[in-house]
């Protein structure tokens, strides 16, 4: 059996293609600047021929969608209904569904009768509680608007609570662990008896940690400041919070190997504040979840550096509660998903 895991971004494409049951991979293939001024590759039609795959071989194609909002709490096989759904919420990704959803097409009109499946970034996080996901803000804008934490890096999370259960040898739904998902993007998960029950990225991912380009939590009314005070313009907000902060714009550079090996004072402060987010989000889910089995450090940040996770672990409360390093593998999470689709189909058709 082969199933291809496709990530469509909006000028990038990854795509591998797995045999199964053996997990062996026989393609590996990343395009890159889709649609860029002087590019070769002018959309994703033309990223997706210059694999050369013939797609009507394949038995499942798995999309990493990034948002699924609270209509998808699972992966789905796509049919015009997903699609349509996927489309509707564009407005809560901008920058990524409709990504996501070009790939979907391009591979439904090259072969029309190749399963395809969306697995959600946020459908891991659909057993959020209520007391976890409303903002504070006026309750029409929940219901109404959508406004609400939503949560990402659902298929990270979703993959290191499997592994964690293992290492633990624990059953999947009695494990409470913390899931610290530290790369470029970085969030933490609070996981209750095998069900994320909070969150640190919130409406986008913007929210929570400090990561490489991202700031993190921040009093909101900075924002309005940046505009009001500082003249700047809603999009150039946006660029600021989202590309020109975190570790990039306390230090100027976000690769944590660069900054682990800098002496000066800047790069040492752009670590601690980092540090020190992770802790406070510990400590919290630690009241959250009242039990806590592991914390589990993953990501490159997470896996590489020894340096942040003793940091992380070096505070009187924390000693005392056992660390996992484990490396994630979101494609062979999506793998095991799309599985997961094709069985529950199976059982549907009998
Ligand atoms: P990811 O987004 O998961 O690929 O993670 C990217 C981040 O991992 C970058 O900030 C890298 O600096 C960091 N990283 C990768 N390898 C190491 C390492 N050996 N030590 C510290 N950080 C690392």
């Known amino acids: 059996m082969k199933i291809a895991v496709i990530n469509s971004g909006s000028s990038s494409l990854k795509f591998k293609l797995f045999e199964m049951p053996s997990g062996r991979v026989i393609i590996n293939k990343l395009v890159e600047h889709i649609g860029e001024p002087n590019s070769s590759v002018k959309n994703h039609f033309e990223a997706i021929e210059s694999l050369h795959v013939n797609f009507a071989d394949i038995d499942a194609v798995g999309h990493r969608v990034v948002h699924g909002g609270e209509k998808f709490r699972n992966s789905v096989l796509i049919d015009d209904e997903v699609i349509e759904a996927i489309k509707d919420l564009i407005p809560l990704a901008p920058l990524h569904n ?4 070009e790939g979907i097409k391009v591979i439904r009109h090259k072969a029309p009768d190749t399963v395809q499946i969306a697995v959600f970034d946020t459908a891991f996080h659909a057993t959020l509680p209520k007391e976890a996901f409303v903002y504070a803000l006026p ?7 959508q406004i609400r934490r939503y949560g990402f890096h659902g298929t990270s999370h979703a993959y290191l609570l499997q592994e964690a259960a293992a290492l633990l040898n624990k059953k999947v739904q009695e494990t409470n662990i913390i899931t610290l998902h530290l790369g470029n993007g970085a969030s933490a998960c609070a996981i209750k008896n095998g069900k994320s029950c909070d969150t640190s990225m919130g409406f986008t991912p913007l929210e929570g ?4 380009t991202r700031c993190g939590d921040i009093d909101p009314a900075i924002a309005l400041f940046m505009q009001n005070e500082l ?6 907000v946006d660029n600021t919070l989202n590309k020109k902060s975190g570790l990039l714009g306390l230090c100027g550079e976000n690769d944590v190997r660069n900054i682990e090996r800098r002496s000066d004072e800047r790069a040492k402060l ?3 504040i980092m540090v020190r987010r992770i802790q406070k989000y510990i400590g919290a889910y ?12 993953s990501g490159g940040i997470g896996e590489n550096s020894s340096y942040v996770r003793e940091k992380v672990m070096n505070n009187k409360i924390l000693k005392n509660i056992k660390s996992l390093v484990i490396k994630t593998n979101e494609e062979l999470q999506i793998i095991n998903e799309c599985l997961w689709v094709l069985k529950n189909r199976k059982i549907t058709q009998a």
């Open 231 to 236: 003249g700047l313009s809603a999009d150039e």
């Open 270 to 272: 752009a670590l601690d």
């Open 209 to 212: 940690l400090v990561m490489g």
């Open 139 to 145: 309750y029409e804008m929940y219901e109404k608007n």
């Open 98 to 101: 409709p990504a996501n959803l």
């Open 286 to 297: 630690m009241i959250v979840l009242e039990e806590v089995d592991a914390v589990v450090f």
